[in-house]
């Protein structure tokens, strides 16, 4: 059974960093692409970043520049780097992968930004 564990996500103020991680483990398939989705309260789940498993990277233009997420292929890792935190970042973050043609899913972490 695969799982998907997250840490790294807290309360701080607007203009601080944060770095987000997440392992999967119970796989026997390496990730094609790991990534990280946000929902805000009252909002649909959105794309922040991804990163393929040959670390192509795509990132939502709100994170542009201030967000950066790197993978450790070899453990299933993926991490997301995040500087200048406004407080519209504010969101559970979910870490997701894909390994071979499911998508995971993990249960998420708060990220709050106070202003």
């Known amino acids: 059974q695969v799982q998907l564990v997250e840490s790294g996500g807290g309360l701080l103020q607007a203009g601080g960093s944060l770095r987000l991680s997440c392992a999967a483990s119970?796989?026997?398939?390496?990730?094609?692409?790991m990534g990280w989705y946000r929902q805000a309260p009252g909002k649909q789940r959105e794309l922040g970043a991804t990163?393929?498993?040959?670390?192509?990277?795509n990132y939502a233009d709100s994170v542009k520049g201030r967000f950066t997420i790197s993978n450790a292929n070899a453990k299933n890792t993926v991490y997301l780097q995040m500087n200048s935190l406004k407080p519209e970042d504010t969101a559970v973050y979910y870490c997701?992968?894909?390994?071979?043609?499911?998508?995971?899913w993990g249960q998420g972490t708060q990220v709050t930004v106070s202003s």
């Open positions: 997701q992968a894909v390994m071979y043609t499911l998508t995971y």
């Open positions: 119970g796989s026997s398939f390496s990730a094609r692409a």
């Open positions: 990163i393929t498993s040959n670390g192509n990277t």
